[in-house]
């Protein structure tokens, strides 16, 4: 049974984003035959989190500190990445496509990353589901340990 699934929130445990909270978008439990022939997942998540909030703070001031936020994107190996228990329903699918994930438009990748978790940052009220508000709250929270 498949722990990490898509939509998971994860932890990355090495390299240059090791203990930045990311999501998974897709995972390859096989591995591919080229290039990476380990069980690998494809990860959207957070390097600079959002600036620190106050209640009385003004609605400009709230954007303008949540605009600090830098995506990243990468495939990682699945055992430098540690699952929690939160899951998250950012439709990320659509934003990432694997083809684009080379070269220049990688960027322009990232800058719709942006886009969607300033959105959801902002937006978290707005979420039905319990579980997937804990979620959100619990990603864009920086780690504490």
Known sequence: MAIIKSGKVVIILAGRHAGKKAVVIKNMEEGNSD???FSHCLV???ARGPRKVTRGMSKKKVEKRSKTMKPFVKYINVRHVFPTRYQVDM??????DEADLVGEKKVEVKKNLKKIFE???LNQKQITSEKKAAGSSYFFQKLRF
């Open 91 to 96: 439709d990320l699918k659509k934003a990432v």
């Open 119 to 121: 959105e959801r940052y």
């Open 35 to 37: 290039d990476k022939r």
């Open 44 to 46: 959207a998540g957070i």
